[in-house]
């Protein structure tokens, strides 16, 4: 393992200069350091849930709910059968209320409404609470629960996440650990992003899972207080610990460039999923020759490789507007409902 980079007095115009294009984690020591919620977490859990009640709108959050145990994971069961938590829907009052009675426990089990949209749950929250590093239209979410661990995933956009209250350890792996995790399939995951079925990296059995040590060679390592952001680049595996007894918070901000003007870079996953889907019947040869061609084709057609097609014909290689982009995706969609 190693020590995530780390940088203090991170401006908007170096984070997008230095940072995003370096394509590695880093800890901003401090960026949100001057928010009142941080403020609020470091008083203690009561003044930091009386503040964010005066935001409540009420709305339902999504909650999830594990019995205590050594790992503390929101993770699969055993077996791979299922996931280990109890999933509902409850306002936010329910919700502090169960945090606050759990802070008396000596064992308490774990409790977190994850990854809800402040502008829905706590308006006027993001407004009170201005991350200096992105757009206002970069929408942010909440996590706010006790101790607890989220296993190594990976999402598909740039990730700004801000601790606000208690401690965070996080765990990044760059994309090439892939065959080192012990990932679950992507379609059966205990969130929407694809997940390792270890519970904790740092606890992993090596007996069981004796790749993992391989991957923790590789990996980057830091524990971020209130105030504090990391920047996770796009595919990095990473593993989240909420490491405060009875109180964390983490704001975090997902967001993706457009893919063409007016159009969402949105088709990553499912053009994995897809893939895994047309491919997985082939035989080895025919595979491996797709694999050629996905590197040619999607990854390594550009610059020289280029040059023998003028620029104005390069179709597909080369730009893509609004217009094309919307047919191309048309053509597929009627590809699929055949």
Same mark, same amino acid.
């Given at each position: ?72 994971? +929101? ?20 919700? +502090? ?139 990095? +595996? ?101």
């Amino acid at each position: 393992m190693r020590a995530m980079k780390e940088l203090t007095g991170v401006t908007r115009e170096r984070f997008e200069r230095e940072v995003v294009p370096g394509y590695e984690p880093v800890v901003m020591r401090g960026v949100v350091a001057h928010w009142p919620l941080v403020a609020q977490g470091r008083a203690g859990l009561e003044p930091c849930l009386q503040y964010l009640m005066g935001f409540d709108a009420g709305t339902p959050v999504d909650a999830v709910l594990a019995k205590p145990d050594a790992v503390r994971a +929101f993770t699969y069961k055993p077996e791979l059968d299922g996931f280990n938590f109890m999933r509902d829907k409850r306002p936010y009052a329910a919700l +502090f209320e169960q945090l606050w009675r759990y802070s008396h426990f000596p064992d308490p089990p774990s409790l977190a409404a994850q990854s809800a949209l402040v502008s829905e749950a706590l308006p006027g929250l993001a407004q009170a609470n201005v991350c200096p590093l992105l757009d206002a239209q970069v929408a942010p979410r909440i996590w706010i629960g006790n101790r607890a661990t989220v296993p190594a995933h990976f999402d598909d956009s740039h990730n700004i996440a801000c601790v606000a209250a208690g401690k965070r350890r996080f765990t990044l792996l760059p994309p090439q650990c892939a065959p080192l995790l012990y990932l679950g399939p992507p379609d059966h995951a205990p969130t929407p992003a694809p997940m390792s079925v270890v519970p904790d990296l740092h606890r992993a059995d090596a007996v069981k899972f004796p790749r993992v040590s391989e991957a923790l060679a590789q990996a980057h390592v830091a524990e971020l207080e209130p105030g504090d952001a990391i920047y996770i680049p796009p595919l990095w +595996f990473h593993q989240v610990e909420a490491l405060a007894p009875h109180l964390n918070i983490l704001v975090n901000y997902w967001w993706r460039p457009e893919a063409a003007p007016g159009r969402p870079d949105d088709l990553h996953p499912a053009a994995m999923r897809l893939a895994m889907l047309a491919l997985r019947h082939l035989p080895d040869g025919e595979r491996e020759g797709w694999r050629a061609l996905f590197g040619h084709y999607v990854f390594g057609a550009r610059g020289e490789q280029l040059a023998h097609i003028p620029e104005g014909q390069r179709h597909l290689f080369g730009d893509v507007d609004a217009a094309r982009d919307a047919q191309i995706r048309d053509d597929l969609a009627t590809q699929l409902k055949r």
